[in-house]
């Protein structure tokens, strides 16, 4: 029989059918053969090939060495607006809405390496990775007209990333989607209700119960959410309340990298190294401080197909119970 | 320059890049060499195999031999509730809220003939295809344990198909999901602030300005949205105003046939029967009859990869405009 659960943020519910799993080691995918070398001759993003990138917008150095670069995208989704001469100005085409296409996309190169991987960096080279993450969010966050930013990672090619080279994304957008501001409205709601935050009520009942409980240190911890839409999905949170990404401290990048790098290193050994999605969510830069909402990162295996009936009903059917697969995470020696 | 738009009913905003764009033939996909065959000595769904699979729920017959046949999912994500024993009471785990897998899980087998499909079909057994759905809806409606029904149809592996045997599918819900709930109240706003239905207003504009116009008959126009979520993505709708599926009457399921299958047609020469996935939008069964929603059913095809801009933000970046391909869909010949 199954179980239907509702996440408590989003009022999303999920269906855990487990007869129709297959067991979680048969997920693993076949051994990759192919030996990848620490740079290749046309890979843009390799040490040595900067050229072949747009012009650098950030980038963390050590003497003459670059650790990370972040590069425009070349096929941007969205340009700046002195780029491209456009308003964030909304037109009304009768009865449609439309507007230009403002915002930042940019490229995180997370290491000179072609073959290097965040679960097999130095712990220093990921903490890299997310202060560049934190300060291109903190640039990008004084522009008016950006009302998103979305830091993305797409490992694998089911997972939709074309370029093999370690990299994440940001995307800055000139509007709330609605499917974000629903979220927002519905924690809003939790906290006109229980005049409390709904992650930190989550982590507090997941500290305690431990059941779905996958890492902890001083500043994060990483669990699998109780109504987790696909198997192996893991939400890795600050203690402490803070709406805004913008919000964590300098002094907390570390344990930051410190969880992703540990959660990140668990999925390699245990699924051998599956392709997946991972999102940094978080309100809008100009809700920075709210005591509603929290922000986080969300893991999201590719394991599974979305079908016709999670697009038309997004309600996901997933195979795995998440104890099943914290316990899995928890047991994984890396 | 990208152009981002707003879709009317859901809010939701859509970039287009056009940069980005392959060229629309580029998605075709390799030519199918294998050719399929009539009969599967294997395969459950097909004629002559009938003991393989669970006892027929509905079927439409002529004669001795069936046309269409309705079955139980194998490996349902929900049951009814007399064959599990259990309720549609929610229950509270502290904070969660959770509750029983109750709901229908059902296989509609569109053909006795393995190889056949739907753009290929004589229009009497499109029809029937039709007829079951419409029946089964129906009767599912009749029992308050079901919220909301999905019909739905995954073509191809990519679109989530494990099966080849021409079917689609039908989830029965014990709840309604937030996506739904706030498609419906986006919805009841429109309504409220202009006095029509949304989708109404979309029929009648997009009728007098026929850019993204690809099929119409009597009863049924099929358009590419103005805000496209997806390369190719279509909507066929009924040109008057029903807001649940259960409202099609009886003597116009054969036009609905119709629009499908000349749509599904054009794709299928067009793209080289790309994976698609297509949804029956619908109000749940207990919303028949409200102004301001329309049922409709949309096709979805499976070109492009979801990666973790889409699943963060709810946003999906479209790589061509749907006049472009609404025209090379009306000037594909069938």
Redesign the interface.
């Known amino acids: 029989?199954?179980?239907?659960?509702?996440d408590?943020a989003?009022?999303?519910?999920t269906?855990?059918?487990t007869?129709?799993a297959k067991r979680p080691f048969d997920y693993k995918k076949e051994e990759k053969k192919q030996v990848k070398k620490e740079y290749l001759k046309n890979c843009p993003f390799c040490r040595g090939n900067e050229h072949m990138t747009p012009k650098e917008i950030y980038s963390i150095r050590q003497g003459n060495d670059w650790k990370v670069r972040v590069i425009p995208n070349k096929?941007?989704?969205?340009?700046a607006k002195e780029l491209?001469k456009?308003t964030t100005e909304r037109h009304i085409k009768?009865?449609?809405?439309?507007?230009?296409?403002i915002g930042s996309h940019e490229v995180i190169i997370e290491s000179p390496k072609h073959n290097d991987s965040l679960p097999i960096m130095k712990i220093e080279q990921v903490d890299r990775v997310i202060q560049a993450y934190r300060q291109r969010f903190i640039n990008l966050s004084k522009s008016e007209d950006y009302q998103?930013i979305?830091i993305?990672?797409?490992n694998g090619k089911?997972?939709?990333?074309s370029l093999e080279h370690p990299h994440s994304?940001l995307?800055a957008?000139?509007?709330v989607?609605?499917?974000?501001r629903?979220k927002l409205y519905?924690a809003q709601r939790y906290f006109d209700d229980f005049g409390t935050c709904v992650y930190c009520?989550?982590i507090k009942?997941e500290l305690k119960n431990r059941e779905r409980l996958i890492y902890e240190n001083d500043n994060f911890i990483a669990f699998a959410p109780?109504?987790s839409i696909v198997p192996y999905n893991i939400i890795i949170i600050p203690k402490k309340h803070m709406s805004c990404f913008l919000e964590l401290p300098e002094n907390e990048t570390r344990s930051f990298a410190h969880s992703l790098k540990i959660v990140l290193s668990k999925l390699y050994y245990l699924l051998n190294d599956p392709d997946y999605?991972?999102?940094?969510?978080s309100t809008p830069p100009d809700k920075s401080g709210e005591r509603h909402y929290h922000w986080h990162l969300?893991i999201?295996p590719r394991l599974t197909?979305?079908?016709?009936?999670e697009?038309?009903?997004?309600?996901y059917?997933n195979t795995i119970m998440p104890e099943t697969c914290a316990r899995l995470l928890r047991d994984c020696k890396i």
């Open positions: 029989m199954s179980i239907i659960r509702q408590l989003s009022k999303d519910w269906i855990f059918s007869e129709r096929f941007p989704a969205l340009q491209i456009a009768e009865p449609y809405l439309y507007m230009d296409g998103l979305i993305f990672r797409n089911i997972a939709g990333s994304q995307v957008t000139p509007f989607p609605s499917y974000v629903t519905e009520d989550m009942y109780f109504a999605n991972y999102v940094i969510d969300e999201l197909t979305r079908a016709g009936f697009i038309g009903s997004g309600v059917i």
